[in-house]
């Protein structure tokens, strides 16, 4: 009776055509295959302005200076939130996958701290289910939000799709 070895099969995605959206494949590996390693860079900015479809960012500790394209951002929310940052006070940080000197992937943090800057009013207070009411954040963007939220509240939003997460301690 013959043994059956192991077979690996991994799915992959080619970076440097889309970032997170690139390409997709699957390959099956034999135990004898090798697989080369490369190295990823991760490197932090922080947001200073939207030029068209572009973002520029700044590293804060050597100032250099880097145009982002927006559709290296991962979803259609972090475009969203990427756009409506540069009117915020603070504008967020986000994170550059490089290999080497190529730019591969951008991503927001996975939440946000913004302030309530007008909130509709909710509906009657008595209701047996939870209520919620459209609320607009620090640069514009439209998030809805429990009926507790005020005008001036802060709020932790989730960058993945827009979502309101819970109130600011």
């Not at 440097?16 to 697989?35: E, I, V």
């Not at 540069?86 to 730019?103: A, H, K, N, Q």
Request: with cysteine.
């Amino acid at each position: 009776m013959a043994r059956q070895t192991g077979n690996v099969q991994l799915e992959l995605r080619e970076l440097s055509r889309g970032g997170a959206r690139g390409n997709k494949s699957t390959l099956r590996m034999k135990p004898g295959h090798t697989l080369n390693v490369i190295r990823l860079d991760e490197r932090r900015f922080r947001v200073l302005y939207l030029e068209g479809d572009s973002l520029q960012v700044m590293n804060e500790s050597t100032f250099d200076q880097v145009e982002v394209p927006l559709d290296l951002f991962e979803g259609g929310a972090q475009r969203d939130l990427v756009r409506e940052s540069t009117f915020m006070e603070e504008p967020p940080e986000v994170s550059l996958l490089y290999y080497g000197e190529d730019l591969l992937s951008c991503s927001l943090p996975s939440t946000l701290e913004l302030v309530v800057e007008r909130s509709h009013m909710g509906a009657s207070k008595q209701s047996a289910t939870a209520r919620e009411k459209d609320c607009y954040v620090a640069g514009g963007m439209l998030v809805k939000v429990p009926d507790h939220v005020e005008k001036g509240d802060r709020i932790v939003v989730d960058t993945r799709d827009g979502r309101f997460v819970r109130k600011a301690q």
